[in-house]
């Protein structure tokens, strides 16, 4: 399988002062486009940020010419913008990949050192660490979250409850909630002036809309049909309406803003195409390979919408428009494959929760008309931790330096003057079971046997390799990852272990100040094993 291209034709002054400049070599390049943002007069942009989730990177038509999948509004964003082709996600799976988003920083850091939380999890962002929404709040933006959260909240308890905790509680510990009382800790208290949407997934109860920091409805019933788990449940919220009814609430939240003389950023966290692939009923067998194809198209058709809505509102030309995913795709992926001839990751091995490429690497395209060329590409290594320093150095904001610890500025990389070099110095990986891998260059190091994520039955030829200890690939030459060469360089092999073990101890990856990882109150098995290593 082969990637196409053609719907893209190709192409420390004080640090502390401005943390959004976050590696030396990439400085002068920020300071230049700086000055040259502060001597305008216009307002900084509209942003919005539409987050699909387990999209994969095989499944959009300009990424891949294999895809039975088309998926033309997303191409049109990429013939109208860049596309960035080696975007990456923090983590192989959900919340943490979220986490790291919002707040720039990687989410193994936080008492999260493997796994996703769950519908009756507590927060995972602390209420006092800086986000992009408060972050573009104090650049004068106004704010808005609308989907998926999946980042915890603060349930108001029955009374005598005792808190929600365990795995099962957190899952299923509804009948421990009183629905009827606000909710505390959740988008509101994290920068966002509006929310609407769920708490999880969609296959994760309680199955209910909250706004702001209230449910719309009490969930009094329990049910999993069309969900995933047994669970409480408002009964007016069907599942394949969801997608519908959330792209309304954006398009109504972009006319109002629209309206404003104030800037306005729009997180729009989608829940597909992750399961259960609830299509609404105009988009059933849209495509040849099934609901999962129907639901990657209907999630194009919200991409669509969001961009009919800003042209229809006279601010498609000022909006910086970004569409990317939380991580790979599904396993269910190697079932498509062998039934349709369509595999989601493209050429990339591994899916979600894998540290291998398709667990993590992501479709990134990005338009603003007023500043991004159209039809480029940048190649230029991302981890959307950057979008926190990025959108930082669009807002014309500083920021505390303790803050987007993990995040780079790729306002270059968008604008195109970036060139040949990259940004990051190095990206760290981590898959669902809390293991590490490293990006440095063309090399990867995956520190671990296999995936890191899922087992052997997921693995598309050559299993063998899951029995290596460590595996080096070649990203470059080996794009599949096929040929694990760590006992051929193990020079290399001792660099990226040596710089992620940097990276841990000094509690950010970028430049600044040592800071500290959140406490834990249990061993981190993880980070010893690479401690360990020489």
């Known amino acids: 399988m082969n990637l196409n291209w053609k719907c893209i034709n190709g192409t420390k002054q004080n640090i502390n002062s401005y943390p959004m400049l976050r590696n030396p070599l990439t400085v002068s390049l920020s300071l230049i486009l700086f000055c040259s943002f502060a001597q305008e007069a216009t307002k900084p942009p509209n942003i919005v940020l539409i987050f699909a989730d387990d999209l994969g990177y095989g499944d959009v038509s300009c990424l891949n010419s294999e895809s039975k999948i088309q998926t033309p509004a997303i191409d049109q964003v990429a013939e109208q913008g860049v596309t960035f082709t080696d975007a990456h996600t923090s983590s192989s799976v959900c919340t943490p990949s979220r986490y790291g988003l919002l707040t720039g920083r990687y989410a193994w850091r936080t008492y999260l050192k493997n796994g ?34 999946h980042l915890g909240l603060d349930w108001p308890l029955k009374k005598g409850e005792s808190p929600i905790k365990g795995f099962k509680e957190k899952v ?176 990339l091995r591994g899916c979600k929760r894998d540290n291998w490429e398709g667990g993590h690497r992501v479709p990134f395209f990005a338009k603003w008309p007023q500043k991004i060329t159209p039809g480029t590409t940048s190649h230029q290594v991302l981890c959307l931790t950057d979008l926190f320093s990025t959108f930082s150095a669009i807002a014309k904001i500083n920021v505390p330096d303790h803050v987007g610890e993990d995040s780079y500025n790729m306002l270059p990389a968008l604008l195109g003057v970036a060139g040949n070099q990259q940004i990051r110095e190095a990206t760290v990986h981590h898959s669902s079971q809390g293991k590490f891998a490293i990006r440095k260059g063309d090399w990867v190091l995956l520190l671990h046997p296999g995936s890191g994520g899922n087992d052997r039955k997921y693995i598309v030829n050559t299993p063998e390799i899951m029995d290596e200890p460590i595996a080096l690939y070649n990203i470059k030459n080996d794009p599949g990852q096929m040929h694990n060469s760590y006992k051929d360089h193990p020079e290399i092999v001792k660099d990226l272990t040596e710089t992620i073990k940097q990276y841990i101890n000094n509690g950010r990856s970028t430049i600044g100040p040592k800071l500290q990882n959140d406490p834990i109150k249990k061993e981190w098995k993880q980070k010893e094993s690479i401690m360990s290593m020489h």
């Open 116 to 149: 996703v939380l769950w519908g009756y999890s507590p927060p995972l962002i602390k209420t006092d660490r800086w986000t992009v929404a408060t972050m573009l709040k104090k650049a004068g933006y106004m704010t808005a979250c609308i989907g998926k959260w």
């Open 172 to 347: 299923y510990g509804g009948d421990k909630v009183d629905f009827s009382k606000k909710i505390k800790n959740g988008p509101t208290s994290l920068g966002f002036d509006y929310f609407y949407g769920i708490s999880a997934s969609l296959d994760m109860p309680p199955y209910a809309f909250i706004e702001n920091d209230e449910m719309t409805n009490i969930p009094t019933v329990k049910r999993e049909d069309g969900f995933g788990r047994m669970g409480l449940s408002d009964v007016s919220l069907a599942p394949e309406d969801f997608l519908l009814q959330i792209t309304e609430k954006a398009r109504n939240v972009i006319k109002d803003y629209s309206s404003k003389k104030e800037p306005f950023f729009l997180y729009l966290p989608l829940p597909s195409p992750h399961t259960p692939l609830a299509v609404a009923e105009p988009f059933k067998n849209s495509s040849t390979i099934g609901p999962y194809g129907d639901y990657v198209i209907e999630t194009e058709w919200v991409v669509a919408e969001v961009m009919k809505t800003l042209k229809e509102n006279k601010v498609e030309e000022s909006t910086l428009l970004i569409i990317t995913s939380d991580n790979g795709p599904e396993t269910s992926m190697i079932n498509r494959k062998k039934e349709h001839n369509h595999y989601s990751a493209g050429i």
